[in-house]
């Protein structure tokens, strides 16, 4: 029995032992498989990553290659746009720079001279004396049946030719051999003519005329009155050289006359005694900032009151010119002392009478003992803010003599020499102070006094006002 349960035992033994060895190699197995897995999902995973990061290489060389590009092409962008921008900058210099002459001096012009025999008041043919006549004008004759012969180029253009100057106040033996020099006692009329090209009218464009004039000038450009100055004979119309000619028929500068193309210009002149003389010329600057802006034009109206203040020289004469005289009596300076704020009254000025300038020697109001005369001229200023930023302020024009000039009741201008030293001028361009004149303009209306005091000779008022840009 003993036997038969130890082989039972046995029996089992080696049953279990074999079952754990199976177990043993089914677990090994199990381990291995997993181990294997394992190792190829790592290879597979390694592979991939390699895959990815070779993928995330060429993509982000490719990005720095087409970043470089683009950088590479902006720079060839900014640098063409600063080239251009140079070359735009070097343009406006040259523009800025262009400057030169439609015409210049002793150009030739076509021309047509009268008889205008002259007779002056004390009956002397071509005497001087004040009240005088012309007898025998044809150039009279002519503007009457002719009234517009400054826009008939066609008449103009077949005139006779020659070269300016005509005359004999710049150099008779250069001037034009026209009857005007050749037989200067009858022909004391001419008109003159001339053609001249533009190429640029845009507002950075400036033109400016010239002349050197005796007497009595009409100014027509492209058949438009540009500058007007007839003393009838009586109060002065000449000059002593090549003046700046302004505008004075109106607020127009000389380029809104022009226009691109041929331009003309057609001037008459009509002497009386004395001298005479014609030329002139437009100058001309491209890319300009200079401007005008005139507040009072010459030849505008004012309001005037006159005073008797006869002078008497140290001599004892009447209007005599030697030094040390005084004025006797002196209405002028009895109302200032009466009035010390005569240049802010302009409730009276205003209720003066009006007169065009020039206010002059033979002005009606203004001659024989009346040597002192005020003035007074209302004017607005619209933009003030753009008025400020002028470089300076400008008083142009004639004046004789003993001058005081008040802005808004600031004076801003002095010239008297209190009959001692030289106090007149003529073709003055002065610059005022600047500060001085923004401390007294205001937007709005504004108004110019004026006083002028003669002692001795003529005596003249013809002034303008402006702000001037450089």
């Not at 802006?293 to 006159?306: D, F, H, N």
Request: include cysteine; hydrophobic fraction near 40%.
């Amino acid at each position: 029995m003993k036997k038969t349960i130890s082989l039972i035992l046995a029996l089992m033994l080696a049953a279990g032992a074999f079952a754990s060895c199976s177990a043993k190699d089914t677990v090994e197995n199990t381990v291995d498989n997993a181990a294997n897995a394992v190792s190829d999902a790592a290879d597979a995973v390694g592979d991939a990553v390699a895959d990815a990061a070779e993928d995330v290489t060429d993509a982000a060389g490719e990005a720095v290659e087409n970043a470089g590009e683009a950088l590479e092409n902006a720079a060839d962008a900014v640098e063409e746009a600063v080239e251009d921008v140079k070359d735009a900058a070097a343009e406006v210099v040259v523009a800025e720079k262009e400057e030169g002459t439609l015409f210049d001096q002793m150009d030739t012009w076509h021309w047509r001279s009268f008889e205008c025999q002259y007779i002056d008041g004390n009956g002397e043919f071509s005497g001087w004396a004040a009240g005088g006549h012309y007898e025998n004008d044809e150039m009279a004759e002519f503007i009457e049946q002719n009234p517009e012969w400054y826009k008939d180029t066609a008449m103009m253009s077949a005139w006779e030719e020659a070269d300016a100057p005509f005359g004999d106040a710049i150099n008779a033996s250069i001037a034009a051999d026209t009857p005007w020099t050749s037989d200067p006692t009858n022909n004391h009329g001419m008109m003159f003519y001339k053609t001249f090209n533009v190429t640029d009218v845009s507002e950075s464009s400036l033109y400016e005329l010239y002349m050197f004039y005796d007497n009595t000038v009409y100014c027509y450009i492209n058949g438009e009155p540009y500058f007007i100055l007839d003393g009838n004979c009586v109060t002065q119309d000449w000059n002593g050289g090549y003046d700046l000619i302004k505008c004075n028929q109106g607020d127009k500068t000389l380029r809104e006359f022009l226009h691109e193309g041929e331009n003309y210009i057609a001037v008459s002149m009509k002497d009386a005694w004395g001298g005479r003389e014609f030329d002139c010329y437009i100058s001309y600057e491209l890319g300009s900032t200079k401007r005008d802006l005139e507040l009072i034009p010459q030849g505008a109206e004012y309001q005037y009151t006159v005073f008797n203040a006869p002078y008497i020289d140290g001599e004892g004469n009447a209007e005599g010119s030697a030094a040390g005289g005084h004025f006797e009596p002196d209405e002028m300076a009895d109302y200032i002392a009466a009035h010390p704020d005569y240049m802010s009254d302009t409730a009276t000025a205003s209720s003066w009478p009006t007169g065009k300038a020039p206010m002059s020697s033979g002005a009606e109001g203004w001659e024989g003992a009346n040597h002192g005369l005020f003035l007074y001229k209302t004017f607005t200023v619209d933009n003030l803010d753009d008025v400020k930023t002028c470089d300076e302020f400008n008083l142009f024009g004639d004046y004789d003599n003993a001058v005081h000039v008040f802005l808004n009741g600031v004076e801003i201008y002095t010239d008297d020499g209190e009959a001692v030293t030289q106090d007149w001028q003529y073709g003055i361009n002065a610059a005022l102070d600047k500060d001085l004149v923004l401390s007294a303009l205001k937007s709005g209306e504004n108004y110019l006094f004026v006083t002028v005091k003669d002692a001795w000779g003529g005596r003249e008022w013809n002034c303008g006002f402006r702000a001037h840009w450089n």
